[in-house]
């Protein structure tokens, strides 16, 4: 069982290194926030995963499983938020870039408003 969680530790920091160079490589603001929240959001799960799998007669499987659920459910919500407030904020895109629906959803709103 210790080999099982050691596996799945190790391709849970694969997905984390992975993450940490998505960030390094990405070329805006945006682009770097997906890459990293989709990464380290399964990194971390899966890191945890094989914690709990591989030390299972520690007695930290629920406290295991409440932090692997706070992830699913911070980690997408903050990375929205913050994406949001750069685009408010006027963190252009990049120009390979091919949509901005915030943008276009700034314009729908602003007519609606008039």
């Given at each position: ?31 770097r926030m997906q890459a990293g929240t989709k990464a380290t959001t399964l990194g971390s ?70």
């Amino acid at each position: 069982m210790e080999l099982f969680g050691a596996i799945i530790t190790l391709i849970g920091s694969i997905f984390l290194l992975l993450g940490g160079l998505g960030i390094l490589r990405m070329p805006d603001v945006y682009n770097r926030m997906q890459a990293g929240t989709k990464a380290t959001t399964l990194g971390s799960i899966l890191f945890l995963a094989g914690i709990s799998v591989g030390h299972y007669e520690c007695g930290c499987f629920g406290k295991i499983i409440i932090l692997i659920l706070f992830v699913i459910f911070t980690n997408p919500i903050s990375s929205n938020t913050l994406a949001r407030a750069a685009h408010f904020v006027g963190v252009k895109l990049t120009e390979r870039s091919v949509k901005d629906d915030l943008k276009e959803d700034d314009i729908e709103n602003k007519g609606e408003e008039k």
